[in-house]
């Protein structure tokens, strides 16, 4: 199984490279990262995804002619990126236009692409491949791998990723009556693709259980759900589908979610990892997710997801609820927040909603306990204290906020502009508001696009320890 997620920004980038006057088709190239998956947690099966790291034109002198119906350019320049692409573990990619017509490919791309798979095969050898791509006149766009020249594989699916989501290839499945009413609202494209999308909320608590619990009624095909945690008595206040045999049994949260969405029968898959979001046995399954919710209040699970959407293209949409309580000298401070995070846009650890120390410290707590406990001992370690307040009512709205967000993306319900990069309300004020902020100029992650769509790298997203 093979799919792709093409930045937003590349796909503007090549839209505008490649748009021509005369009808003429035109061709650039494009870099990919690649995630292989050796066992999806839906399926069990292995999957490949490629993701669009950076857009090359191709260079004046190798462009040789085009029409309303062919592009020719030297090999040269792909010969060089070729190089380039396997020294650095990243797959090269073809692009082409068929300016009057939708995507797909032609009998004439066909003996051109074997033709080029025969330089490759006879440079490096057979176990090297080139990815295609072709776009449409009418927005449309297709994508396969060939890895012999004999042999290609066609991407099931395209993801367009970024502020707004749009997926190419998605195949209409019969009528799903159970989803009648949300498709009388955005159509009767908009089910399919929900249908197809694997999400992955992380966090099963406050705001991770309304979440997983809405997705699972809005179709979503594929969930997986990741939390280390049991249900405790203190968690019935929140945790939607928890029940207080499940605090007696000390369920784990993921359990009790999977067992709530399995016996409603919705047709979703669920997938669960009990477990922290940073165990390498979680890896597999977060890079087979199209978009992943982060519900956790971890900071150290935080700054992981952050590092994630960088270097996958994976949008993560990330959620988390402010409460203080009114004291003599001050009001109530109420607030729930949705930050998309994405190439393009700024990262949490710009935005300030990541702790560096903390976060090292609860990877402390997890990975030495006794050291941990000892430099607690010695203060060095503030944590602790009392636990926050919190309230159901404002963790499923800002749950509500949050997929509301993933929806604008995918059908633009609000209008063009695509997903809020970040939305604040509050709920003691009844105020809306959405805000962006300039990155840090030494963050290697969204001040500039080197890591972008740069997917499998050793180690893990270049995090140490
Ligand atoms: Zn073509
Ligand atoms: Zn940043």
């Given at each position: 199984?093979?799919?792709?997620?093409?930045?937003?920004?590349?796909?503007?980038?090549?839209?505008?490279?490649?748009?021509?006057?005369?009808?003429?088709?035109?061709?650039?190239?494009?870099?990919?990262?690649?995630?292989?998956?050796?066992a999806?947690?839906?399926?069990g099966?292995?999957?490949q995804?490629?993701?669009?790291?950076?857009?090359?034109?191709?260079?004046?002198?190798?462009r040789?002619?085009?029409?309303?119906?062919?592009?020719?350019?030297?090999?040269?320049?792909?010969?060089?990126?070729?190089?380039?692409?396997?020294?650095?573990?990243?797959?090269?990619?073809?692009?082409?236009?068929?300016?009057?017509?939708?995507?797909?490919?032609?009998?004439?791309?066909?003996r051109?692409?074997?033709?080029?798979?025969?330089?490759v095969?006879?440079?490096?050898?057979?176990?090297h491949?080139?990815?295609?791509?072709?776009?449409?006149?009418?927005?449309?766009?297709?994508?396969?791998?060939?890895?012999?020249?004999?042999?290609?594989t066609?991407?099931?699916?395209?993801?367009?990723?970024?502020?707004?989501l749009?997926?190419?290839?998605?195949t209409?499945?019969?009528?799903?009556?159970?989803?009648?009413?949300?498709?009388?609202?955005?159509?009767?494209?908009?089910?399919?693709?929900?249908?197809g999308?694997?999400?992955?909320?992380?966090?099963c608590?406050?705001?991770?259980?309304?979440?997983?619990?809405?997705?699972?009624?809005?179709?979503?095909?594929?969930?997986?759900?990741?939390?280390?945690?049991?249900?405790?008595?203190?968690?019935?206040?929140?945790?939607?589908?928890?029940?207080?045999?499940?605090?007696?049994?000390?369920?784990?949260?993921?359990?009790?979610?999977?067992?709530?969405?399995?016996?409603?029968?919705?047709?979703?898959?669920?997938?669960?990892?009990?477990?922290?979001?940073?165990?390498?046995r979680?890896?597999?399954?977060?890079?087979?997710?199209?978009?992943?919710?982060?519900?956790?209040?971890?900071?150290?699970?935080?700054?992981?997801?952050?590092?994630?959407?960088?270097?996958?293209?994976?949008?993560?949409?990330?959620?988390?609820?402010?409460?203080?309580?009114?004291?003599?000298?001050?009001?109530?401070?109420?607030?729930g927040?949705?930050?998309?995070?994405?190439?393009?846009?700024?990262?949490?650890?710009?935005?300030?909603?990541?702790?560096?120390?903390?976060?090292?410290?609860?990877?402390?707590?997890?990975?030495?306990?006794?050291?941990?406990d000892?430099?607690?001992?010695?203060?060095?370690?503030?944590?602790?204290?009392?636990?926050?307040?919190?309230?159901?009512?404002?963790?499923?709205?800002?749950?509500?906020?949050?997929?509301?967000?993933?929806?604008?993306?995918?059908?633009?319900?609000?209008?063009?502009?695509?997903?809020?990069?970040?939305?604040?309300?509050?709920?003691?004020?009844?105020?809306?508001?959405?805000s962006?902020?300039?990155?840090?100029?030494?963050?290697?992650?969204?001040?500039?696009?080197?890591?972008?769509?740069?997917?499998?790298?050793?180690?893990?997203?270049?995090?140490?320890?």
């Open positions: 199984m093979l799919d792709m997620i093409l930045l937003e920004g590349h796909e503007a980038e090549l839209r505008t490279l490649l748009a021509t006057t005369d009808g003429a088709e035109a061709s650039a190239y494009v870099l990919l990262g690649k995630a292989d998956v050796a999806d947690p839906w399926t099966k292995a999957r995804r490629l993701v669009s790291h950076k857009v090359v034109p191709v260079p004046a002198e190798d040789i002619s085009a029409s309303g119906v062919h592009v020719t350019w030297s090999t040269r320049s792909f010969v060089r990126l070729l190089k380039q692409a396997e020294e650095s573990g990243l797959t090269l990619g073809i692009v082409h236009t068929h300016p009057g017509s939708h995507a797909f490919f032609s009998d004439q791309d066909d051109n692409e074997t033709e080029l798979l025969r330089i095969t006879n440079r490096s050898g057979a176990s491949g080139f990815a295609s791509i072709v776009l449409g006149g009418d927005g449309s766009i297709c994508a396969r791998l060939w890895t012999s020249p004999s042999e290609s066609l991407c099931e699916r395209i993801m367009v990723s970024g502020r707004r749009v997926f190419h290839g998605v209409a499945l019969a009528d799903d009556a159970m989803l009648d009413r949300q498709a009388r609202l955005f159509g009767t494209s908009f089910n399919p693709i929900v249908r999308v694997r999400i992955g909320v992380i966090g608590g406050g705001t991770g259980s309304p979440t997983a619990m809405m997705l699972a009624r809005l179709g979503v095909g594929g969930l997986l759900l990741v939390d280390d945690d049991v249900i405790e008595l203190t968690n019935l206040n929140r945790v939607h589908g928890s029940r207080r045999s499940d605090a007696e049994a000390a369920r784990a949260k993921v359990d009790v979610l999977a067992r709530e969405i399995r016996e409603a029968d919705l047709g979703v898959e669920v997938a669960t990892f009990k477990g922290w979001v940073v165990d390498a979680a890896r597999d399954a977060l890079r087979s997710c199209d978009v992943v919710f982060g519900c956790t209040d971890d900071h150290d699970g935080r700054l992981f997801l952050n590092r994630l959407a960088y270097f996958y293209g994976i949008p993560v949409i990330d959620m988390g609820v402010r409460i203080i309580p009114a004291s003599k000298d001050r009001p109530y401070e109420m607030a927040r949705v930050t998309l995070v994405t190439p393009g846009a700024p990262c949490l650890l710009c935005r300030g909603f990541v702790n560096p120390v903390r976060a090292r410290e609860e990877a402390l707590k997890r990975t030495d306990p006794d050291e941990y000892r430099r607690k001992a010695e203060a060095y370690i503030a944590g602790g204290g009392d636990p926050t307040p919190v309230v159901v009512t404002f963790t499923t709205e800002t749950a509500c906020m949050a997929i509301n967000e993933l929806l604008q993306g995918l059908t633009a319900f609000r209008g063009d502009g695509g997903m809020k990069t970040e939305r604040r309300r509050r709920f003691d004020t009844v105020e809306d508001r959405s962006t902020c300039a990155p840090r100029a030494e963050c290697e992650l969204c001040a500039n696009d080197t890591i972008w769509g740069r997917a499998d790298v050793i180690p893990f997203l270049h995090r140490i320890g």
